[in-house]
């Protein structure tokens, strides 16, 4: 089977997550194409394991139905080949993207195309690609005479893409409704979407949750990326030593997870437990297993012991910024901030367990001088015996890509920076 994974913004970590997810699953895959637009990996057989709401930083998933050479998209667009238009037309109708369309028929059908391009030269294009394929269906469902309805775009969009919001409010997923055309430099996807990640759940869980801490809060949604990165499996103990109000608590909980948090801030502890036992209640968790303690970080052994399998954590990333800070400034913090992340680096290699990971959030300040100042949590890490995760190990398909600069099989840490933030998150993945 082959899927189409559509990422977020931030698409290396996305991809990170993805493969960090699966490998914890034992499922086989092989990750045939990947750019900052779609992932399409193949696995041997269909598979439950791959669902949106498990994953944080994909925002589509589809299942592939058919391959077209890229070579005739350039033919029929580019070149105005008129045969080479008669075979792309026929490849869309020969699919099984009309006949699973016709499972859902009411009166009159919706459906969307969505285009997504890594081809650069193909690019320029899309959304005439976008309107051949939305009409080559149309065509094919009033042969079967089926009235259906293409859905368009505002004038402003840049690419022709619907949005994931859409595809939930028009219930395109439930339908069998989106297409997907996924196209890189020698082929192109064609499939449907399957699932889409629901802004609205993680928004509830964020905002809706009886407590919240508004500066340096963790979103939902990073908070499920860091889980999956850390290996967390159903069954598996997970520990968040400076849990604050709970929220990677949280994603580890539905992830059937069991959960410790420790905090020194007791309301934060009151907090935390009370949001968990409302997300118990909200999504039926009846067997959600959490413990959240009041105690001191750098004493983590005396707490939990040693038989931690996943360690998720954000520490203290430093004071709430109204400016930029100078480079001396921004130093000062971090060399303030040290002593406890090297402390707790300590103690957290004592209370896992051999294999276990640590997913590390460290503060990554932008400065005047355009130059970020970040921890160096590398070498400590190493000192007190944690080796470095690769997400993208040694496989050959990550050496190089047309725009990524580096060699992705290097690639050990992860920033997520938004543009308006001057305090980003460098994500280390550590494994005992």
């Known amino acids: 089977m082959n899927y189409i994974f559509i990422p977020g913004k931030n698409w290396k970590l996305s991809l990170a997550e993805l493969i960090l997810f699966l490998r914890a699953r034992e499922v086989e895959f092989k990750v045939l194409s ?47 080949d008129s ?5 792309l037309s026929q490849g869309i109708a020969s699919s099984n993207l009309p006949s699973e369309i ?25 959304n005439k690609i976008h309107r051949f394929i939305g009409s080559t269906i149309k065509n094919e469902l009033a042969k ?32 069998k409704s989106e297409i997907l055309v996924c196209i890189d430099k020698t082929q192109a996807w064609l499939g449907k979407t399957i699932g889409v990640h629901d802004p609205f759940e993680f928004q509830k869980r964020d ?41 990677i608590l949280q994603e580890a909980l539905l992830s059937k997870a069991e959960v410790i948090g420790i905090d020194s801030n007791s309301w934060c502890v009151e907090a935390a437990i009370e949001n968990l036992e409302w997300l118990s209640r909200e999504y039926a968790l009846r067997n959600g297993e959490f413990r959240v303690l009041k105690g001191d970080t750098l004493r983590l052994k005396s707490i939990v012991g040693s038989n931690i399998d996943c360690i998720v954590t954000e520490p203290d990333l430093g004071p709430a910024l109204k400016d930029v800070p100078t480079s001396a400034y921004a130093q000062k913090i971090i060399d303030n901030l040290t002593p406890l992340f090297y402390g707790f680096l300590e ?24 130059k970020p100042i970040a921890m160096r949590t590398e070498k400590k890490a190493q000192e007190v015996g944690f080796e470095m995760v690769y997400p993208f190990g040694t496989n050959e ?12 099989r290097i690639m050990r840490r992860f920033v997520d920076m938004a543009e308006r933030h001057k305090t980003g998150r460098e994500i280390h993945v550590f494994q005992k």
């Open 34 to 80: 990947f750019s900052r637009e779609f992932f399409v990996i193949q696995t041997e057989e269909k598979t439950n394991t791959i669902d949106a709401s498990s994953l944080g930083g994909n925002i589509k998933i589809g299942l592939a139905e058919k391959t077209i050479p890229t070579e005739l998209f350039e033919k029929t667009f580019a070149q105005k």
């Open 83 to 87: 045969e080479a238009k008669t075979q």
């Open 102 to 126: 016709l499972e859902k028929v009411t009166e009159r059908y919706l459906f969307g195309v969505s285009v997504y391009c890594s081809d650069e030269a193909i690019g320029p294009v899309a």
């Open 144 to 175: 079967r005479e089926v009235r259906s309805e293409f859905m368009g775009f505002p004038r402003d969009r840049p690419q022709p893409q619907l949005t994931h919001v859409e595809v939930l409010k028009k219930k395109l997923v439930e339908n």
């Open 207 to 247: 905002i809706g949750k009886p407590n919240q801490r508004a500066i340096f809060a963790i979103p939902p949604r990073l908070a499920r990326i860091m889980v999956n990165l850390s290996g967390c499996v159903p069954g598996k103990t997970l520990l968040d030593p400076f849990c604050g109000v709970g929220t």
């Open 347 to 370: 103690q957290a290699h004592d209370v896992l367990k051999k294999g276990g990971r640590l997913v590390l959030v460290t503060p990554c300040l932008k400065t005047r001088s355009g």
């Open 397 to 408: 398909t990550f050496k190089s890509y047309d725009y990524v600069k580096e060699d992705m």
